[in-house]
């Protein structure tokens, strides 16, 4: 079996693994992001001040890697248009060059973002309440939830969430750069959003409709975990 690079990156640092041909065992290397990616500005993972990660700095962390997994609350937003750029990537040129234009949300919020309050109260309302929510999607609201992150985002910015294609997980932000298309989202981490029926295991119309307009069509159908998406 072949053996592969993988790369975990969480917010405040990127954890790459890779296996060593003649001892042939792995070795960890931790990268604190914020002292080796010092033009992004990021101490501790994160924008000064704000609970956000840089889009294009988790490009930089993917350049070279062939396996990755991601932690489950951060969101992206790619920008319409953004297909096409995913679709035409160059495995040999700078990702961060070739995406820097292709998020409507540069900085895309973290687990960490606690700014969602008033969305949580709407979003459990819309509902019938938290029990009702919890029901639905196994959760009451939580601020980092990415429901709520995207009601955020729609109602205080509603241009910049109409310009937006495609709302990914981190999670399957960089499966997305690795097929060269939008990677969609599976169940165990939909399940984190606020958004996903449990029982169905489809987007749920109540939440979806609560949290922006068009939002199913900007998640994609989720699927099964397990599920393979590029041959």
């Not at 396996?67 to 040999?92: C, F």
């Not at 606690?114 to 609201?141: D, F, H, N, W, Y």
């Not at 969609?184 to 409709?209: A, E, R």
Request: glycine share 6%; aromatic share 6%; charged share 20%.
């Amino acid at each position: 079996m072949a053996k592969k690079d993988r790369i975990t990156t969480m917010n405040k640092r990127c954890k790459a693994v890779s296996p060593l041909s003649v001892l042939d065992q792995g070795f960890d290397t931790y990268r604190l992001w914020c002292s080796n990616l010092l033009r992004f500005k990021t101490p501790e993972g994160q924008m000064s001040g704000f609970f956000s990660t840089p889009t294009s700095l988790r490009c930089n962390i993917a350049q070279a890697n062939s396996m990755a997994t991601l932690t489950q609350h951060g969101s992206v937003y790619w920008k319409k248009g953004s297909k096409l750029k995913l679709n035409k990537l160059k495995p040999l040129a700078s990702l961060h060059d070739q995406l820097k234009d292709g998020f409507s949300v540069p900085e895309s919020p973290i687990w960490m973002d606690a700014s969602t309050m008033t969305q949580c109260q709407k979003l459990e309302e819309s509902v019938g309440g938290p029990l009702k929510l919890a029901e639905i999607t196994g959760s009451r609201a939580f601020v980092r939830m990415t429901g709520e992150q995207i009601m955020k985002i729609s109602q205080n910015d509603p241009e910049t969430y109409a310009n937006t294609e495609r709302v990914s997980l981190v999670s399957s932000f960089v499966p997305s750069i690795l097929i060269g298309d939008y990677a969609p989202i599976d169940f165990s981490d939909g399940s984190g959003m606020n958004l996903l029926d449990i029982n169905t295991k489809t987007w749920s119309k109540q939440c979806l409709d609560a949290c922006g307009e068009n939002l199913g069509e900007k998640l994609g159908e989720p699927v099964p975990s397990p599920t393979v998406v590029v041959s």
